[in-house]
């Protein structure tokens, strides 16, 4: 029988994350697109991201017929949260009666964050964001596949934290960091240094 889980943060009763999932406000607006891939990854950090933000929503599929109208909601500017030759380094808003970006995040592995992008192409449209410095991630159970790769969730909080400084959205990343020292407990101390220690 499968363990009882619980409906908001999708994670096992004993293990629910609500508790230490914040409400943030932002100006920005974050949307993440979900590859429907993702939805059942054990560390599903989109959620997590978007149930901590009060100005922010996950959408899940392959493709969103819906995106003319949400490109065009009002008071906001749309850019893609994607590196590329073509991308803008974020900056912070320049006034406080800047536009805000309606900062869109594609979630998935490359392959399948590339392909949402084909499916749609409103987004390849969309100008592009990416970070200038990339923290390093605190996603020790996953080898990144290449340097400066983070989480979706980390993406979020450093873009936030550009844009929106001095606020911070550090907040975000503590339901992220219990569950990755739960999933370290669960597979023992010895496997992780095996499999994941930098020994």
Known sequence: MPRPRCERCQR???HCLCPLIPQLDSRTRVVVLQHPSETAHALNTARLATL???NAELRVGEVFEDLPALLATPGYRPALLFP????????AYASADAPPL????PDGTWRKARKLLYLNPLLEALPRVTLGEVKPSRY?????????????LEAI???LDVLEAPAAFDGLLKPFEALIEGQIRAMGSETFERNHGHG
Request: glycine residues 8%.
């Open 84 to 91: 590329g030759d073509q991308a803008a380094i974020l900056q």
């Open 157 to 159: 909080v450093q873009a």
């Open 140 to 152: 020790r159970l996953r080898k990144a596949p290449e340097p400066g790769a983070v989480s979706t």
């Open 102 to 105: 309606l900062l869109i995040v």
């Open 52 to 54: 901590g933000l009060v």
């Open 12 to 14: 096992p009763l004993a």
